[in-house]
């Protein structure tokens, strides 16, 4: 019974810490060069697909 008991308190405290562990890990943040570089793609993207989708419809003004 010592045994079994003696193990759940040692269990329980790995427990924590393991968990207090993991609420206190840094989460890393991308750089601002990555943000800045991601946006430009991004956009530069749209643009292609807008003027690519333009070309595609119609003009319902001639």
Known sequence: MFDAEWKGK????????????????RCELPSTEDLVSLKKFLVEEIQIKMETQHQHIPSMCT
């Open 10 to 25: 040692v269990s329980s405290v790995a427990n924590r810490s393991k968990r207090l562990k993991a609420m206190n890990k």
